[in-house]
């Protein structure tokens, strides 16, 4: 059972997530993010170090949650190969994307690396990912390469909405991508 601080911890990390993904890292201030979680931006800061550790640690969560879905998809291959895993593992992060907040959030946080602090808990974060998708599937480099390929090119189409775009170049660039 968690406590209460590990619990309303979880909560304003999901918070932060949604209110990050909505207006990014320096549009956003605390108290939105307090408010969305129903405690004061007093606690908020009890429970993290600032608006830049709250950001991280809200990172380290999104991450959390891609490994999992990944994990999750690749427990539903239909096969054992590399390439079956990575399908597999490439349908389950589509259906997490489905969440435009943590896609978004994902976004937000690419977009501000220049921040010494986000930029490495981005970096680890993607280091966790590519590590895990390598080691769970089995897949090569230029597999691995390939599905982060893929993955952002996923971003482009669902944030810009792309599959509703009847122009040949939209046409072009969601050939054969379906999202949830």
Known sequence: MRSTAEARRVTVLNAAVSAFARTGFHATPVTAVAA?????????????????????????ACFERIVEALEAGAERADGTSPQEVLDAMGGAYAEL??????????????AVTDIPEIGEAVRAGYGRVATFVQDRS????????????????????????????PEPWARALTAGIRHP
């Open 36 to 60: 969305s979680a129903g405690i004061s931006e007093a606690y908020v800061f009890r429970l993290f170090a600032g608006k830049l550790g709250l950001f991280v640690a809200a990172a380290g």
């Open 97 to 110: 994307i489905a969440d435009r907040d943590l896609l978004l959030f994902q976004v937000q946080a690419q």
């Open 138 to 165: 089995g897949a090569s480099d230029g597999q691995v390469q390939q599905f982060f390929a893929y993955g952002q090119l996923c971003h482009l189409i669902v944030t810009a909405g792309l599959e509703s775009v």
